[in-house]
């Protein structure tokens, strides 16, 4: 992600630890008046949300992670709080935060622990499953791509026709479509 070798657009990240995070392909808007103001026809109050996304998702992925890390003190014992060193180590064992990572996060769960966000009176939940939807396939589409390169076309195609054979994916169809443009257009 951080190393910039897929597209901008779905490479947006966060890496680092608490007070110290540090955004890949994306600015965080300092100018904004409300953390909860949101103006679809303002790009800098979306990127701000993103990275608020963004920062929550790390900040529960690096506290999951760090107890299973296991620092142990001088003594031998289990550390009951780490430092900035400690925190670095645990950044550097998860990687980069990406969107991939907040949209599992915020998936409804079987315990529904996160079911208040969809469950309020002004929500469009039939919106943003078909917002959603668009951005699963963006990025298929941009994996795909990548896959069809490194395999060749044809046998993309192949695995990409199986699939459908077996499973009726409207979706996956189109992107075939695509890459074959694509790739039509790279000879």
Not at 31 to 57: G, K, V, W, Y
Not at 82 to 89: H, R
Not at 117 to 144: H, M, Q, W
Request: proline residues 3%.
């Amino acid at each position: 992600m951080t190393e910039n070798k897929l597209p901008e657009s779905i490479s947006i990240c966060c890496v680092g630890i608490e007070k110290n995070f540090d955004y890949h392909n994306i600015v965080l808007p300092q100018n904004i008046e409300s953390h909860m103001e949101l103006d679809t026809t303002n790009p800098e109050t979306i990127d701000h949300h993103i990275c608020q996304f963004l920062r929550a998702t790390r900040k529960l992925r690096l506290k999951e992670k760090a107890p299973k890390m296991n620092f142990k003190t001088k003594s031998g014992t289990k550390r009951k709080s780490l430092n900035q060193n400690n925190w670095t180590q645990v950044s550097n064992s998860i990687g980069a935060t990406s969107l991939m990572d907040f949209l599992y996060r915020k998936r409804i769960k079987g315990n529904y622990q996160d079911i208040e966000t969809y469950n309020c009176p002004y929500f469009d939940g039939e919106s943003v499953l078909k917002n959603l939807i668009n951005v699963v396939d963006r990025l298929n589409l941009a994996n795909e791509s990548y896959i069809a390169k490194a395999i060749g076309f044809k046998n993309y195609k192949n695995i990409a026709d199986n699939h459908i054979g077996k499973v009726e994916n409207k979706l996956l169809g189109k992107r075939i479509r695509i890459i074959e443009q694509l790739e039509k257009a790279c000879i």
